[in-house]
């Protein structure tokens, strides 16, 4: 099993409609939890960081973190072509602090 | 002028050819790193440096070297370069809290080993 899994994709939505992007972890203890964004052939920048349960809304984006089910999503409304890319989730572990482990990554395809 | 900035930005080499990918940063930052990326395993850590006198292996350290020159500038180093380490490689940087921090990519390194 893979310490965070994420489905590759790709994921389709029409303009307008709310992005869901789904991401679990294996470490328990792991303690936050990062969405990146990385365009085709850009490099990855961060658009969410969430530390508690429950949920965290910044614009169009929303995060939302259940420890005890291993869970971290990414929620985006009113989703726009602009937002294809491949969305990164990324985990920093209690006991490895500053290191991240990246999931795989899901294509979100937003057509017009 | 960006902030995290990677030589060079492409590069086709032979196998058994030692190459090197520069990495420099003006964040001030202390914390830096480098990562692999293949297409559909997301980024893997090579090794990664919270300062200059403190380097550590990452998950696929094997067949790459570092060198962190000064706090600014982070080399990855491939002795003898192989196929299956064709890549797009990054370097990042972060600060502050080691669980709260944002790492910063540079625009990447495309790697062909023919």
């Known amino acids: 099993q893979k310490e965070v899994e994420q489905n590759s994709g790709p994921l389709s939505v029409p303009e307008g409609a709310i992005a869901s992007l789904n991401c679990t972890y294996s470490?328990?203890?792991?303690?936050?939890f990062f969405w990146y964004r990385q365009y085709s052939g850009k490099s990855p920048e961060l658009i969410m960081s969430?530390?508690?349960?429950g949920d965290k809304e910044d614009g169009r984006f929303t995060a939302q973190l259940n420890k005890a089910s291993q869970y971290v999503s990414l929620l985006i409304r009113d989703s726009q072509p602009s937002d294809s890319a491949t969305y990164l989730c990324?985990?920093?572990?209690?006991?490895?602090?500053?290191?991240?482990?990246f999931g795989q990554g899901t294509e979100l395809s937003v057509k017009p | 002028d960006a902030d995290v900035t990677q030589t060079p930005r492409n590069r086709i080499t032979k196998t058994g050819k030692r190459i090197m990918l520069e990495c420099s940063q003006t964040?001030?930052?202390?914390?830096m790193y480098w990562y692999r990326q293949d297409p559909g395993l997301g980024l893997q850590l090579i090794y990664y440096?919270?300062?200059?006198?403190?380097?550590n292996k990452g998950e696929i350290s094997d067949g790459y070297s570092v060198s962190r020159q000064a706090q600014a500038k982070f080399s990855l180093s491939l002795e003898s370069a192989i196929p299956n380490q064709t890549a797009l490689y990054f370097c990042?940087?972060?600060?502050?809290?080691?669980?709260?921090?944002?790492?910063?990519f540079g625009p990447g390194t495309r790697l062909t080993v023919l």
């Open positions: 990042a940087t972060s600060e502050g809290d080691k669980l709260r921090d944002t790492q910063y």
């Open positions: 964040k001030g930052h202390d914390r």
């Open positions: 470490d328990r203890g792991s303690q936050s």
């Open positions: 969430i530390y508690s349960n």
């Open positions: 440096s919270f300062d200059v006198k403190d380097i």
């Open positions: 990324a985990v920093n572990r209690n006991n490895q602090g500053g290191k991240l482990i």
